[in-house]
């Protein structure tokens, strides 16, 4: 089983964006999801989001069931922000949220911040096997 984005409305999510307060007056940059790396090996699940620049106190990681939310708050001013003649990777505010597997192990999450990457590892449960028996019919 994979992680798998969490989008509870197809059309809520096209359209969400357009109903952010001051969309129209937003710059291109205000409005940018950061790319991710989801990561499946046999022990871990790890979701690796790229977002420079940032502190890690301006994060905001949430589990609520199987649903993991991943934000961003950083409404401070950029300081000679008239100076940049382009700037692409400027994130204020973002979103992201998936939908847990269920061999995840949610009481293990952990995360850190490293060189512009927030890295969030989820420990996967180890799967029983499943015992078979034939039954006979008597």
């Given at each position: 089983m994979n992680i798998i984005e969490y989008?509870?409305?197809?059309?809520?999510?096209i359209f969400d964006e357009f109903y952010l307060p001051d969309f129209f007056n937003q710059t291109y940059n205000e409005c940018k999801i950061p790319d991710i790396n989801i990561i499946n090996n046999e022990n871990l699940y790890s979701i690796q989001v790229a977002i420079p620049g940032?502190?890690?106190?301006?994060?905001?990681?949430?589990?609520?069931d199987n649903i993991l939310s991943i934000s961003l708050d950083?409404?401070?001013?950029?300081?000679?922000a008239s100076n940049y003649s382009l700037k692409q990777f400027s994130y204020n505010s973002f979103l992201r949220t998936f939908k847990l597997p269920d061999d995840a192990n949610l009481g293990k999450i952990?995360?850190?911040?490293?060189?512009?990457?927030?890295?969030?590892?989820?420990?996967k449960n180890k799967i029983k096997q499943k015992k078979t028996k034939e039954i006979i019919i008597s």
């Amino acid at each position: 089983m994979n992680i798998i984005e969490y989008k509870p409305n197809l059309f809520s999510s096209i359209f969400d964006e357009f109903y952010l307060p001051d969309f129209f007056n937003q710059t291109y940059n205000e409005c940018k999801i950061p790319d991710i790396n989801i990561i499946n090996n046999e022990n871990l699940y790890s979701i690796q989001v790229a977002i420079p620049g940032k502190s890690k106190e301006n994060f905001s990681i949430k589990l609520d069931d199987n649903i993991l939310s991943i934000s961003l708050d950083d409404s401070k001013e950029i300081e000679n922000a008239s100076n940049y003649s382009l700037k692409q990777f400027s994130y204020n505010s973002f979103l992201r949220t998936f939908k847990l597997p269920d061999d995840a192990n949610l009481g293990k999450i952990k995360a850190n911040y490293t060189n512009g990457v927030l890295n969030v590892e989820l420990p996967k449960n180890k799967i029983k096997q499943k015992k078979t028996k034939e039954i006979i019919i008597s």
